[in-house]
């Protein structure tokens, strides 16, 4: 049973437009979401969190959105920059007594941003 | 700043050979470790993760198994590969309280 789901394996965009990546969860208890960003050989980094208290969080060109009811959160991009081009990871955690160890990963969703 | 450091890079073994992964991280104490694989076609799946030295706890039943003997070291190991264990595998860190989370490059694991 998938718990995360990145429904879109890819995404092509133009430079300087939106990227919108999807991420839809089935397990109400997640309460802690993340992106993350991959290039090709190298390991997953770190973009942008949000908890399950706001429904939105912003860092640079970066946002995240949360709906709660929905079970859906996505990560706005803009302007895309050919450099975004990567894949990227939707994740989710469950609080437990004020420490969450286990993330839950999507698929991924692979973006490219053309010149 | 904190680093992480996985090795090797790529690995070719033959099955039913044993395996040894490291993975240590600089810059803090007492993190939190984890052990992901990303098999083809799949999202990464929790192995493993350490709270502490000598605490391990596992996520999933497999032919693997991991030790931390020392307090930013993290080993991978198995006594018999299987062909089903070939995989991307990632080692992370985290402070105490769980996340974020921050992955080191990973070891691409082929068994023959």
């Known amino acids: 049973d998938q718990q995360v789901k990145q429904n879109s394996p890819s995404l092509s965009v133009q430079e300087g437009r939106i990227s919108i990546l999807n991420c839809d969860y089935t397990n109400s208890m997640f309460d802690y979401f993340l992106w993350y960003k991959k290039y090709p050989a190298e390991g997953p980094t770190f973009l942008i969190s949000i908890s399950s208290i706001k429904d939105k969080n912003e860092d640079g060109r970066f946002t995240v959105f949360l709906n709660k009811s929905a079970k859906h959160l996505s990560l706005h991009i803009v302007p895309s920059q050919p450099g975004d081009s990567a894949v990227y990871f939707c994740?989710?955690?469950?609080?437990?007594?004020?420490?969450?160890?286990?993330?839950?990963f999507g698929k991924g969703t692979l973006l490219t941003v053309n010149p | 700043s904190q680093t992480i450091h996985q090795w090797p890079a790529t690995l070719v073994q033959p099955v039913g050979s044993p395996l040894s992964l490291e993975c240590t991280v600089e810059?803090?104490?007492?993190?939190?470790l984890y052990w992901y694989r990303q098999a083809a076609g799949r999202g990464l799946q929790l192995l493993f993760y350490s709270v502490g030295i000598g605490q391990i706890s596992s996520e999933v039943p497999q032919n693997l198994s991991a030790s931390r003997p020392q307090d930013r070291q993290f080993i991978l190991s198995s006594k018999k590969l299987l062909l089903s264990d070939s995989g991307f595998y990632l080692c992370a860190w985290s402070a105490f309280s769980g996340q974020p989370q921050h992955f080191g490059d990973g070891t691409r694991l082929s068994i023959l």
């Open positions: 994740a989710a955690s469950v609080d437990s007594g004020g420490s969450n160890y286990k993330l839950t």
């Open positions: 810059g803090t104490s007492n993190p939190n």
